[in-house]
Each structure stands twice: as structure tokens, then as C-alpha cells.
């Protein structure tokens, strides 16, 4: 890319994930950037135990990587998940495919190890400077001044800034700027259920110890097990239930009882966590919540995107890519607006927030489907005929999970078409218990009646 260097230089408060792709798409289209992050270099620190959640990665994520051409360098650390392995109480496996088509597949990678690349490819661009262990405590947008902290010091220094990016996650201190200015929806939803990270180790000769290619699911209804694959071997896990209750974060708070809860309801991998009560009671309890807020802008000054914008829960494997496709929408709005920043922020809020706000509530339903739905025979049964379907009628029904995952719709369109598709395949499996029991007539005439055709990667 053969673009001039600009004048202004943006402020990004936020070196995670988004942050850090965003100063690369931004420095390789000329922009001088400042980068500011409150936690250490990561580069050079240790992640805290149970805060490396390893994250999925998706058709979304990996566009906007590709636009960063930074893929030739994450390759290496993926891990290919080609669809769910459900772990039933009995320790009965079930394998359930994301998608019919052989790139139809996600892939578990390192959230540090993905932060790093993109730390390393903005410094190289020579065009970003980067300033960790700085807390941005306010922004004055009056006198475009933001006042940080120094964590080791508690030393306060002034910055002057034109434009400010918040990229620094769901306790955004740039969003609560904004919203101190003005604020038509300011949410923070708590799910009421937390999470629990722990490991299975690699296997003595250094192999998996469960199917390597898997997300794999231990679904228990109001609760379940998670474990996604590194590179490395081993497997993070992730425990995700109620902070209250009888089987909550709230009870199971001994060692005897974190032992007895495993014994009886993740038997199967039990043996394969050894170091399974040093790991719960040393790691962190995460909380999960969803934000929901409007605007996302204030005037030509500061826009919020990824987690500051849309912190949403992590059971559609959106979050990150949701966050690099906001870096990759506000590029396009750049090079169409052309330095008009007020144009520039005002077309992402207006294009983002409805799709952030689709995504944070698919997101909430498949938690339902991952902890329950999963061992339900009727939902095995409206896979397999989506499945079906679409390949009957490519122009007109593809599996909601598929145009989330797997293609670039918008996800207010996915989600919207989903709910009609739903309803499609609830009328046609409402009275039948085998997929060759399926009226393929009727099926045409209702998709043909209720689905415009759909172009599923739009540019």
C-alpha cells in the first residue's frame, strides 16, 4: 500500500486485541498513531493465570487480518476446530459439524499470542508508538485533553489529542467520557453466571489427550464445560456457571466440593485436569456481562469500538472477531470520507451498532444451545435439515450459525433471517422424527414465500 503520511496523529486508548490491529490498519494508510494501554507489555510480562482464554477465530477476523497482512503470521499458531465434540454425562461422544463444506471450519488461537503479533507489526509499521502501563483516567473533550496515570508511579500527565479511538474493553473509560457528554442508552447487563478457567495438559509423549480438531462441549443444562485446543497440545477449559444458586460459583467453594461437582457430572475428564483444584481456586472467577450503548460517537472527537462499544458474551465466538470487523468498517469509512471525521465516526456508529446489538443477543441464545440444546434429539434433527436446505437452496437458506461464522452478512441480517428460518424449520420437523420424513415441497414454497435470495459475503 502506497499511502502518504498524514499530518494529524490518532489516539487509540486500548492495546488489546482491536487496538493493536487497528493501529496497523490505520498506520498502513499513513496515520501516525499513539497508542496507549493500561496493563504492561505483554510482550515482556506474563499473562495472569486464568485471563489467557484462548479465543475462536473466524471468517470475520480473519478478513480483517488479511487486510492487516498479518495472516502469513498467525497461520502457525491456529488450531483447526471443525465442529463440536458433545460430551454426554456418560462420557458418550457426539460429533456435531459447524458446516457442510471443508472450509466451513473455526480455529482456536491465543488471545496473547494474537495480541503479540499485532504489537509487534504496529511498531514495525514505525508509524505507532505505544505507551503501556498508562490508565486513562479522563477525557476533557472541551480542551482535547486526556489525563493518564502511571500504574508503577501513580505519576498524572496530560496528553493533547485530535481524534480518540476507545479500544480498552467493557469498562471503558472513553465511553464513560462520551456518555458524560451525552447518552441516549448506557447498559451494562450482568448474565448472572461466571466463569472458571482451567488446563488439560499435553499427554507424556507431548499428544492431545482428546480429539485435537474439536471445540469440545460438556453440556449440563444450567451449566457446561468447554475446552478448546493450542497449539502447544494442551487444552484450555472453561467452566461457565451460575454465580448463585445450588450449582453456582456461590457453593462449590471447597476443595472437597469442587472434586465431588466433577465426580459427578465431568467424570470423563476428571482424570485429564490434574492440577484441577490448584487451578480453581488460584484463577480469577470472570464475570460475564453484555453492554449496550448509543451513541458510539461524540462529534469529529472519539468513537468506541469492540468491547467499549458491545462487550458481549463469549458463546458465539464473536467478540474478537465482531471487534476487528468495527477496525475494518472504520478503514472503509476513512477512505470514503476522507478525513471528515465527523462523517467518518457518525456512518460506524450508524452501521455498527445495529450489528453489535444483533450479535450480543445471538450471542445470549447460544449459551442456551451449548449448554442444553446440544443433547436435544429435535435440535440434532433441525441441524441436519438446515444442513440439507441448504444445499437445496443456496440462494436462499444458509444456516444462521453458518452466515455468523462463516460469511461477512451483517449480523442484523443473519439474526433477522434466522428468526424466519427458525420458524421454517420448526413447521417442517413439527410432526416428523427422521430428516427423510421432510416435505421438500413445502419446504420450497415456504422458503421461496419468506426468504429474499441472500448474498452472504457483500463487500
Same mark, same amino acid.
Not at 450503548?293 to 461524540?298: L, V, Y
Given at each position: 500500500m502506497n499511502h502518504s503520511i498524514h499530518k494529524e496523529k490518532i489516539t487509540i486508548i486500548g492495546a488489546g486485541l482491536v487496538g493493536s490491529l487497528l493501529a496497523v490498519l490505520l498506520a498502513k494508510r499513513g496515520y501516525r498513531i499513539a497508542l496507549y494501554e493500561r496493563r504492561p507489555d505483554m510482550r515482556r510480562t506474563d499473562i495472569s493465570a486464568g485471563r489467557?482464554?484462548?479465543?475462536?477465530?473466524?471468517?470475520?477476523? !480473519? &478478513?480483517?487480518?488479511?487486510?492487516? #497482512? +498479518?495472516?502469513?503470521?498467525?497461520?502457525?499458531?491456529?488450531?483447526?476446530?471443525?465442529?463440536?465434540?458433545?460430551?454426554?454425562?456418560?462420557?458418550?461422544?457426539?460429533?456435531?459439524?459447524?458446516?457442510?463444506?471443508?472450509?466451513?471450519? !473455526? &480455529?482456536?488461537?491465543?488471545?496473547? #499470542? +494474537?495480541?503479540k503479533i499485532c504489537l509487534n507489526a504496529a511498531e514495525e509499521t514505525g508509524l505507532v508508538d505505544i505507551f503501556f502501563n498508562q490508565r486513562c483516567e479522563s477525557v476533557d473533550f472541551k480542551n482535547n485533553q486526556i489525563t493518564f496515570v502511571d500504574e508503577n508511579t501513580a505519576t498524572q500527565t496530560l496528553q493533547q489529542f485530535s481524534q480518540i479511538i476507545g479500544t480498552d474493553g467493557s469498562a471503558s473509560a472513553v465511553r464513560e467520557a462520551i456518555h458524560q457528554q451525552t447518552s441516549q442508552q448506557h447498559e451494562i447487563i450482568p448474565l448472572g453466571h461466571s466463569y472458571k478457567e482451567l488446563r488439560i495438559p499435553p499427554g507424556r509423549n507431548g499428544e492431545y489427550l482428546i480429539e485435537k480438531n474439536a471445540l469440545h462441549i460438556w453440556p449440563r443444562g444450567g451449566f457446561m464445560l468447554i475446552a478448546l485446543p493450542n497449539a502447544d497440545a494442551s487444552f484450555t477449559v472453561t467452566l461457565f456457571m451460575s454465580n448463585e444458586g445450588n450449582i453456582s460459583f456461590e457453593n462449590i467453594n471447597s476443595a472437597e466440593s469442587v472434586k465431588a461437582f466433577f465426580d459427578e457430572y465431568f467424570t470423563d475428564i476428571?482424570?485429564?485436569?490434574?492440577?484441577?483444584?490448584?487451578?480453581?481456586?488460584?484463577?480469577?472467577?470472570?464475570?460475564?456481562?453484555?453492554?449496550?450503548?448509543?451513541?458510539?460517537?461524540?462529534?469529529?472527537?472519539?468513537l468506541l469500538l469492540g468491547d467499549a462499544a458491545h462487550a458481549i458474551v463469549p458463546f458465539h465466538g464473536q467478540g474478537m472477531n465482531c471487534g476487528f470487523e468495527d477496525a475494518w468498517e472504520l478503514i472503509k469509512s476513512i477512505e470514503q470520507h476522507a478525513g471528515d471525521f465527523a462523517k467518518i465516526f457518525a456512518q460506524v456508529n450508524q452501521n455498527r451498532k445495529i450489528n453489535g446489538d444483533a450479535i450480543a443477543d445471538m450471542a445470549i441464545e447460544n449459551y442456551i444451545t451449548m449448554r442444553d440444546s446440544v443433547r436435544d434429539k429435535k435440535f440434532l434433527l433441525k441441524n441436519a435439515l438446515a444442513f440439507e436446505l441448504e444445499k437445496r437452496f443456496s440462494g436462499y437458506f444458509c444456516p444462521r450459525y453458518s452466515m455468523v461464522m462463516f460469511h461477512r452478512l451483517p449480523y442484523s441480517e443473519a439474526k433477522s433471517r434466522g428468526i424466519i428460518q427458525e420458524a421454517i424449520l420448526n413447521q417442517l420437523t413439527e410432526s416428523i422424527q427422521s430428516i427423510k420424513q421432510v416435505d421438500y415441497a413445502l419446504a420450497e414454497q415456504l422458503i421461496k414465500e419468506k426468504l429474499s435470495p441472500v448474498s452472504l459475503n457483500p463487500n
Open positions: 489467557s482464554i484462548n479465543l475462536a477465530l473466524a471468517n470475520r477476523g !480473519i &478478513y480483517a487480518l488479511q487486510q492487516a #497482512e +498479518l495472516m502469513e503470521k498467525i497461520s502457525p499458531i491456529l488450531t483447526e476446530m471443525k465442529g463440536r465434540m458433545v460430551h454426554d454425562i456418560e462420557g458418550q461422544l457426539n460429533f456435531q459439524s459447524y458446516g457442510q463444506k471443508p472450509e466451513e471450519v !473455526i &480455529y482456536s488461537v491465543s488471545r496473547g #499470542e +494474537l495480541n476428571l482424570p485429564l485436569i490434574p492440577q484441577l483444584t490448584k487451578d480453581f481456586f488460584s484463577n480469577p472467577t470472570g464475570k460475564l456481562a453484555t453492554v449496550k450503548c448509543s451513541p458510539w460517537h461524540f462529534k469529529d472527537k472519539a
